[in-house]
């Protein structure tokens, strides 16, 4: 079954940029669907960014400010997250998946925002 595996996050200052990873292992032949969710705690993980075949869409919070993208070249497959313009309320852990949440949950990466 396909694994989802993310990385790069971090503590970074407000304003800062970071690039989150999220590997596809398995079998999976192409990312065609694939999302970014964040969770901090108490609350319901919330999608922030999502690609369909090379159609993206943002949430309104992050929208102009986080761009995602995935390489079908890599293997395994790769999708990323690139955030720009970091705010505080975008602390939170970060894990990828299909908008309908159809793969497993990876370990996810954490986003910390300080100065």
């Known amino acids: 079954q396909v694994q989802l595996v993310e990385s790069g996050g971090g503590l970074v200052q407000p304003g800062g940029s970071l690039r989150l990873a999220c590997a596809a292992g398995?079998?999976?032949?192409?990312?065609?669907?694939l999302g970014w969710f964040r969770q901090v705690p108490g609350r319901q993980r919330e999608l922030v960014a999502s690609i369909t075949y090379n159609r993206t869409n943002y949430a309104d919070s992050v929208k102009g400010r986080f761009t995602i993208h995935v390489d079908n070249a890599k293997i395994p497959k790769m999708m990323y997250l690139q955030m720009n313009d970091v705010k505080h309320e975008d602390a939170a852990v970060y894990y990828c998946?299909?908008?309908?949440?159809?793969?497993?949950w990876g370990p996810g990466t954490q986003v910390t925002v300080s100065s």
């Open positions: 998946n299909s908008p309908d949440q159809y793969y497993n």
């Open positions: 398995g079998p999976i032949v192409r990312i065609d669907t």
